[in-house]
């Protein structure tokens, strides 16, 4: 349940850039965004929108070099109940953090659990490090929290290499590893787009009941629509390396306010119902055109002018402001209230 008001994370102003052999990528590029605690906040985009780089920015494990955290503040809430900037934390204190305060799934499992170590003593790790305790101990808590995760005869799996396990079991398994700390911070960063659909929603309803029963916030990063209506509390859409759209998640859906979020919605195949975009024919799955922009040379307007059905010749001029359009509901577009008054219009007719 979301405590209002109680802010467990806070990102300001990040940006986060990379130096190349070409020139200086923008990945990041001005985010801000809130989080409370036992929310779920959903960051969407296609892939190259910055979702990943800001995860990894919050967590201080962007490659320097050539990446580096060049302006903001991440300001984070701990178990102690100080609140820290962790952009400016010496890493002696963020490696106390990571995996006890804030922990992070990958997207992956394969690539990110060790081949040559079994996951019992993979989860033991973290416990052992955080927790003070010893190898036996921390044993234990592995085989519970492999149990807690629902892997049957977990007794037998603690043993057992990532190489004896499923695909679910393993995402599983690094879900037991995030979570064996208990952190007040949950990363995902697309931990169900390797998975089949059946093992993926039992995943969905994994986290919806390990949240529940451990009270920690999510920061859930995907591209899938469809997955962000079941998990969500409130969406920040990204592109370009930055926030085009904020909100609720009922209002994102119902009353999109920036032509990115259209698109994507549109995008979502639904028998029989689609989110209507002003002034196209209903009933259409609409795919955007053309790409995601070179995040070498964005364009000097709006990033997503050159895509956008929607441009007038203002759009191409300078970077619209992130606007607040109503009930904390933000648009990066200034074409935000035709759009609004165009939807009121349908639902009235």
Request: proline fraction near 7%.
């Amino acid at each position: 349940m979301t405590h209002q008001g109680e802010v467990l994370l806070a990102v300001n102003g990040l940006k986060t850039y990379f130096n190349t052999d070409d020139g200086v990528v923008k990945s990041v590029d001005g985010v801000t965004f809130h989080i409370n605690k036992g929310e779920t906040l959903a960051v969407v985009g296609e892939s190259g929108s910055g979702k990943s780089v800001t995860s990894l920015s919050v967590m201080r494990l962007i490659p320097m070099p050539p990446g580096k955290i060049v302006e903001g503040e991440v300001l984070f809430t701990g178990k102690d109940g100080k609140q820290k900037n962790l952009v400016t934390l010496p890493e002696a204190e963020m490696r106390k953090i990571r995996g006890n305060d804030i922990s992070m799934i990958f997207q992956e499992p394969m690539t990110s659990l060790n081949p040559v170590y079994t996951v019992g003593d993979q989860i033991a790790e973290a416990v052992m490090l955080h927790q003070n305790k010893n190898k036996k101990d921390a044993m234990v808590v592995a085989t519970d929290m492999l149990r807690f995760v629902g892997i049957p005869a977990p007794e037998k799996r603690v043993n057992e290499y990532p190489h004896q396990l499923s695909g679910g079991m393993r995402q599983r398994v690094m879900i037991a590893m995030a979570l064996s700390c208990k952190p007040a911070l949950l990363i995902a960063d697309e931990p169900t787009t390797a998975l089949d659909v059946t093992i993926q929603a039992q995943i969905l309803d994994l986290m919806r009941k390990l949240q529940s029963e451990v009270g920690m916030s999510i920061l859930f990063i995907t591209h899938n629509l469809g997955v962000v209506a079941e998990m969500a509390d409130r969406v920040v859409v990204m592109y370009g390396g930055r926030v085009v759209e904020e909100g609720d998640v009922v209002e994102i859906f119902k009353a999109p306010r920036h032509p990115y979020t259209m698109g994507l919605l549109n995008s979502i195949p639904r028998p029989g119902e689609y989110v209507h975009v002003p002034g196209q024919p209903k009933g259409r799955l609409e795919a955007i055109p053309g790409n995601v922009p070179n995040p070498l040379n964005l364009p000097v307007g709006c990033a997503f002018e050159p895509r956008c059905k929607f441009a007038v010749p203002d759009c191409s001029k300078a970077v619209p402001a992130l606007e607040d359009t109503g009930g904390g509901h933000m648009a990066r577009c200034i074409r935000w209230r035709e759009f609004d008054q165009a939807q009121q219009h349908e639902v009235s007719a």
